[in-house]
C-alpha cells in the first residue's frame, strides 16, 4: 500500500535534548510538509521541501530543522532551542505544493 | 501574517440536526480545500473547490465557493453519528507561493 509512515507515533524529550521525528513515504510526491498541531490552533505550517535537496522555512520554523535528501525521506529535528515543543506532528505530501495533502498517523511529542 | 479563519470552534448537535461550519480569507484565495479529522487521527482530505461561487456535493455534504474567492463554507445535512471530528478549511493564496493556510477547524459532536 502506498502512503506515509511516521515514527515513532509517542516521543518523549528531555530537557536540552534534540529529537528526530521520521517522516517516510512511497507515493512518490515531490512536496513534503511537516505541520504542528494544537489544541485550538489548526494546523501550522513549520517547514516544506519541494524537491529534493531544497526545502524553506514555514510560519513557525524557529526551534526546528529539516532535511531533504532523499525524495522519500524528509525527517524534522525538534532542538532544544524550541522552548515548547509538546504538540502533536504532522507530515504530509503531495504532487505538488497546492495539491491535495496526504497526511502521515502523526507524532505526539512531550517533555520528561 | 495571511490568515483563514473558520467558525465556529465548536459545535455540538443531536443526530438528524444540520451543521454548517465557515471559512472566512481577509484576502483572495486560489483555491480552498476541506479536510476532516477524526478523534485522535489524521486529516484526510475531503474536497478541493477553485472556481468563484462553486458548489458540490458528497452525499449529505455540500461545498460552496463564495463569488469572490474569500469565503467557504460546508455544510451536512441530517448529522449521522460517524459525521463527528474535525473540519478544517484550507486556503492557497495567489501570493504565498501555493502553501496551504489551515483555518483553526470546527470540532463536531453528535449526540445519538
Known amino acids: 500500500d502506498g502512503g506515509i509512515t511516521q515514527s515513532p507515533k509517542y516521543l518523549f524529550r528531555k530537557e536540552g535534548q534534540n529529537v528526530t521525528l521520521s517522516c517516510e513515504q512511497n507515493?512518490?510526491?515531490?512536496?513534503m510538509y511537516w505541520y504542528r498541531q494544537d489544541p485550538g490552533q489548526g494546523l501550522r505550517l513549520i517547514y516544506y521541501?519541494?524537491?529534493?535537496?531544497?526545502?524553506q522555512k514555514g510560519d513557525i520554523a524557529e526551534g526546528y530543522s529539516v532535511s531533504r535528501e532523499k525524495k522519500e525521506s524528509f525527517p524534522l529535528t525538534v532542538t532544544s532551542a524550541q522552548k515548547n515543543p509538546t504538540a502533536f506532528y504532522l507530515c504530509?505530501?503531495?504532487?505538488?505544493?497546492?495539491?491535495?495533502?496526504?497526511f502521515g498517523d502523526g507524532t505526539r511529542l512531550s517533555i520528561l | 501574517g495571511q490568515q483563514v479563519m473558520q467558525i465556529p470552534q465548536y459545535q455540538h448537535v443531536q443526530e438528524g440536526e444540520d451543521f454548517t461550519t465557515y471559512c472566512n480569507s481577509s484576502?483572495?484565495?486560489?483555491?480552498i480545500q476541506w479536510y476532516k479529522q477524526r478523534p485522535g487521527g489524521h486529516p484526510v482530505f475531503l474536497i478541493q473547490?477553485?472556481?468563484?461561487?462553486e458548489v458540490k456535493k458528497q452525499k449529505r455534504l455540500t461545498f460552496q465557493f463564495g463569488e469572490a474567492k474569500k469565503n467557504s463554507s460546508l455544510h451536512i445535512t441530517a448529522t449521522q453519528t460517524t459525521d463527528v471530528g474535525t473540519y478544517f478549511c484550507?486556503?492557497?493564496?495567489?501570493?504565498?507561493?501555493?502553501?496551504?493556510?489551515f483555518g483553526q477547524g470546527t470540532e463536531l459532536s453528535v449526540k445519538p
Open positions: 504530509a505530501s503531495t504532487w505538488t505544493i497546492n495539491q491535495p495533502q496526504h
Open positions: 507515493l512518490n510526491h515531490d512536496a
Open positions: 521541501s519541494q524537491i529534493v535537496n531544497d526545502f
Open positions: 484576502t483572495t484565495l486560489s483555491n
Open positions: 473547490l477553485v472556481k468563484s461561487g
Open positions: 484550507a486556503g492557497v493564496l495567489y501570493n504565498q507561493g501555493g502553501k496551504l493556510i
